[in-house]
């Protein structure tokens, strides 16, 4: 039955093009698996901006808030770069998030085997990497106040972001970290800059309090951001969970998507808090932008989108069993050799956005079979 209301936002730029292939996988389901959803698709970013003159209309806002999941692409690009602030394609995911209270932006970073070598770092180095990036996302400098530019007494301009943070915003998204570390390998790493940021001592203090009130099982480490930097690049091993803050997240997961090969690899997951009934507000999106330099051209890799739909199967819909699917369906194919070009290694064989999907459909019918 087509209980499961799943609103598609593809965006901008490669977002259309990756959704596409998300597309087929759902068609897939509901021919195979017998699993179907009410299926809406909705305007966002710079496409909703040029139909409605809004990045991100109420229209869009109130469906999101109407359904099960939603599935966002990307927004942005260089044709509203120069757009005034409030007009910008990328305001249509920042309202999203705010508007649903979606706190806590899970983007996990997962060297697949196949992969090994299309990373940046060397093999020993990112051989088996498995982290867990929980990054804050409706607070911080993103949101806080004063912000704008304004012409000083001089005639200068002056351009203003705060960073604020109040600790229950902190709590919040600590307690998501803390419950995914409990069920991992039970160590979590909060990062900040306590040594120069006031917000950044009081987040240090408000994890430590939760942490020892609540989660005495989990093995808690502070670190500065920028050795936090460092340190991915150096042994990212040594992680499991990181929690940070909406800046700093953003950076740092960027930064972890180089190990797993390409930004094209990582989907993420927003989540909000459960209400009584424990029904949450969710959206999923690949890590990525807009890819502006590749889109149009049929080149950009669809596995951040397909595994943000594979994240929104477990997260949403308890599908654990066919989000595994869909994982194990782009592990194979990566093993068997095809690859987009962001992920080219030895002896492979370059492959455009569609032909990946193919595969991954081929896939999805021998792992079903
Ligand atoms: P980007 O993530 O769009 O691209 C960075 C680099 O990674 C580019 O070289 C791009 O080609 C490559 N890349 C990204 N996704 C890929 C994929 N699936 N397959 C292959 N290669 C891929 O970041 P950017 O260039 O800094 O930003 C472009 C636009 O996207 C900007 O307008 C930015 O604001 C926006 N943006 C939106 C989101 C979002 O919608 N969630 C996220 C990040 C950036
Ligand atoms: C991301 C993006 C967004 C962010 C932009 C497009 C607003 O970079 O989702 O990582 O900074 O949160
Ligand atoms: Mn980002």
């Known amino acids: 039955t087509a209980n499961k209301r799943l609103l598609v936002l593809p965006g901008d730029g490669i977002g259309p093009e990756v959704m596409r292939e998300v597309r087929r996988v759902i068609e897939w389901m509901d021919r195979r698996r017998h699993v179907s959803f009410a299926l809406e698709e909705g305007l966002v970013g710079g496409a909703a901006l040029e139909a409605e003159g809004s990045p991100c ?35 249509g995911i920042l309202r999203l998030r705010k508007e649903l209270g979606l706190f806590a932006n899970l983007r996990p970073a997962v060297v697949l085997d196949p992969l090994v070598d299309a990373s940046s770092l060397k093999p020993d180095v990112v051989r088996g990497l498995d982290l867990m990036i929980v990054r804050e996302s409706t607070g911080g400098i993103y949101f806080g106040e004063p912000r704008g530019v304004e012409v ?41 800059k306590a040594n120069v940021m006031q917000s950044g001592r009081l987040w240090r203090a408000v994890v430590s309090e939760i942490g020892k009130a609540e989660f005495p099982d989990v093995q808690l480490s502070h670190m500065y951001a920028d050795n936090c930097a460092m340190q991915l690049c150096l042994r ?77 199967l ?48 081929r896939e999805l019918d021998k792992v079903a079979a």
């Open 57 to 91: 209309p109420d229209a869009t806002v109130e469906r999101a808030l109407a359904a099960d999941a939603v599935l966002f692409g990307s927004v942005g690009g260089p044709k509203w770069d120069s757009l005034p602030f409030e007009q910008r394609p990328e305001l």
């Open 152 to 192: 000083m007494a001089d005639g200068k301009r002056r351009g203003i972001d705060t960073e604020v943070y109040t600790e229950d915003e902190i709590a919040r998204v600590a307690r998501v970290a803390f419950e995914l570390a409990r069920k991992r390998t039970g160590k979590m790493t909060s990062v900040e």
């Open 236 to 312: 990212p091993k040594q992680f499991d969970v990181i929690l940070a803050s909406n800046i700093f997240g953003d950076l740092l997961s960027d930064l972890a998507a180089a190990a797993t090969g390409s930004l094209g690899m990582l989907p993420s997951a927003t989540l909000g808090a459960p209400d009584a009934s424990g029904r949450r507000h969710a959206l999923y999106e690949p890590i990525h932008g807009s890819a502006p330099d590749i889109a149009g051209k049929g080149i950009a890799n669809p596995c951040a989108q397909l595994l943000s739909f594979a994240m929104l």
């Open 314 to 361: 477990r997260w949403s819909f308890g599908m654990e069993e066919d989000a595994a699917m869909i994982e194990t369906a782009v592990e194979k194919v990566l093993a068997g050799g095809l690859r987009t070009a962001d992920i080219m290694g030895p002896g492979t064989a370059r492959v455009g956005t569609s032909v990946m999907g193919d595969a991954i459909l």
